[in-house]
């Protein structure tokens, strides 16, 4: 195999991302299948994500009881295997804690909305030594499954819950191109969200992400791939019986510039990504965030096919 691609393979699946914030719709939000997904290995590992904002009072004072901090905070089981030449079935498992601090501190978690989907890889020229630029690409359809709380008695912060209740449809394309050691990746998706059975209806996501990225290699069994990059994300409103809800404020933008760090040794892989934000505009300016951080441990299994 390629040594781009067996030293980046570790990163499949490792931005699978759950966003669960006041602002961008609850858990789920948005959904990334993985950078550089093509390759001829089965793929097993743990994530954890954190994400931190603030948040200030709105004038008409919904949403917030005063200035605030969220913390969210994903850890997930993921997998992927590779079906044939053609295709790669994913699955990831989220365990969501969260937590806002105000005037009191609430903390919520629990077994998040499972994803699983389904990867066509519609070019792969990553064994094509002799061509001095190589394509890969792959297209996806995949389902978020309401599996995670939703509902509690007495909690309005629908936001904080580590589940949406609903059945929400996700499509991605990533597309790569191979350069010698450099390269660049495009990855785009866009999450459709139905209601769930309260005709509470979180926004729809779009995630944007534009990486390059240089292979150095020190052995011939460990490699050090750092990525840069840029990421954008948009959220739209949730709504509630059809109409924008007033319980919760959301939606919005947000432009962050993405620093990843990939290190390989054999089968075992490390994934460091962090996410700063250059402008936002989320929830029209109520809420701020801080920092995103990312942390993921692979391991590889070389598929037969």
């Not at 996501?205 to 011939?220: D, N």
């Not at 959220?235 to 962050?256: A, H, P, Q, R, Y």
Request: with cysteine; hydrophobic share 40%; net charge positive.
């Amino acid at each position: 195999m390629n040594l781009i691609v067996k030293g980046v393979v570790i990163y499949l699946l490792s931005t699978f991302t759950v966003y669960s914030c006041d602002i961008c719709g609850g858990a789920g939000s948005s959904f990334s299948t993985g950078l550089l997904p093509s390759g001829k290995n089965h793929v097993f590992g743990f994530r954890t994500t954190m994400r931190w904002f603030n948040s200030y009072p709105a004038p008409d004072g919904h949403g917030y009881r005063g200035v605030s901090k969220q913390y969210f905070t994903s850890s997930d089981i993921f997998g992927q295997i590779k079906i044939g030449k053609r295709f790669q079935a994913q699955l990831v498992l989220p365990f969501v804690v969260n937590k806002k601090t105000d005037s009191i501190s609430t903390r919520i978690q629990g077994i998040g909305d499972v994803v699983a989907m389904g990867n066509f890889i519609f070019v792969d020229q990553t064994d094509s030594i002799e061509k001095k630029v190589r394509h890969v690409g792959t297209i996806g359809v995949g389902v978020k499954a309401p599996t995670g709380q939703y509902f509690k008695l007495g909690f309005e912060e629908v936001n904080m819950l580590p589940g949406t209740g609903s059945w929400d449809v996700i499509a991605a394309l990533n597309y790569a191109i191979h350069f010698g050691k450099f390269g660049t990746q495009n990855e785009s998706s866009y999450t459709f969200k139905t209601a769930n059975k309260y005709l509470y209806r979180f926004g729809d996501g779009l995630s944007i992400t534009q990486l390059v990225f240089y292979k150095l290699e020190f052995r011939s069994n460990f490699k050090l791939i750092p990525q840069l990059g840029l990421n954008f994300a948009h959220n739209w409103m949730d709504k509630k019986n059809g109409v924008v809800s007033e319980d919760t404020f959301n939606g919005g933008n947000i432009l962050n510039g993405q620093v990843n760090l990939i290190f390989q040794w054999n089968s075992f892989g490390i994934n460091l990504q962090t996410y700063m934000p250059i402008y936002q505009g989320l929830n029209s300016g109520y809420v701020k965030q801080r920092f995103m951080f990312r942390l993921g441990l692979n391991y590889l299994l070389t598929s037969k096919k």
